[in-house]
């Protein structure tokens, strides 16, 4: 059979007819598989979803207990088959819950890999290479110009400029889900066991974390009861403050005098970026594959085909073509880069 009787994009996401269900799709559809809690792969309003158990928890905390007319879990590794087809998940090691979801009938196997990166994280199962004829991979990163270095590093960087500066607050942005909770998990692995302020869009995220066994360490939440008293009011001297990047533009980053403004992710590979945003510590700390990485997994994995989705899609085509795999792009609109 030819690939895309078994897996094909349409305009709500990628669609397997032999199993009557999309992945990730990007409108309410009747049957859903999602790869993980993000928002631009899973979305609410499906008559039915099937995802890791992880990512059904993040989805109902952020969405609500109604948000999808029935659940199911897909334990990793498990096959289970729905209509014509066998579906399998299997980890992705992009956050809590990630999976890539295999989808084989008639011979034919595709691996729908969402997304991923092949770094340690603690918060997290590392990614599982699944052999198969079809790799779907993102290309979030995907040119050569993206390295990401070692975020033992970027961590080092923060710990460093804490003791330069115990007198100022390090306001951390990271995203909400994932990355929050990997700075601050490496944070501890690194020996600072200090008080973690974080804001309130972080509270829910990283209570599930810890109730999933991730201890997080102490953490409050960045009010204003929370802060030392001074002469001068409230303030967080020396503290370190996570919260979603968002936040750090609006009222709520006032309350902190003289911050030293971070970021993690690894679009601060780009200096560029960091001085739009203002930030005075990047920390490139990626939840998603470089280049090497990316190039290295294709090489690992040896499909026959591979196709690229939401990201730099070309490079990663033209890499493919020269070392003889069969690739396309996809084109698949909906899928957020910006907030990694």
Partial sequence: MRPEELLCPTPDGLWCPLGGFHIDPVRPVARALITHGHADHARPGHQAVMATRETLRIMAERYGAGFAGSEAVAPLGEAMRIGDVTVSFHAAGHVLGSAQIAVEAKGMRIVASGDYKRRRDPTCAPFEPVQC????????FGLPVFRHPDDTNEIHKLLASLAAFPERAHLVGAYALGKAQRVIKRLREEGYDRTIYIHGALERLCRLYAEEGIDLGPLEQATVEAGRKSGSGVDFAGAVVVGPPSAFADRWARRFPDPVSCFAS?????????????VELPLIISDHCDWAELTETIAEISPAEVWVTHGREEALVRWCELAGIRARPL?????????E
């Fill in 266 to 278: 690894g679009w601060m590979s780009i200096r560029q970026r960091a001085k739009q945003r203002g």
């Fill in 133 to 140: 004829d079809v790799f779907i991979t993102e290309a979030t």
């Fill in 331 to 339: 084109h698949m609109v909906g899928y957020e880069d910006e907030a």
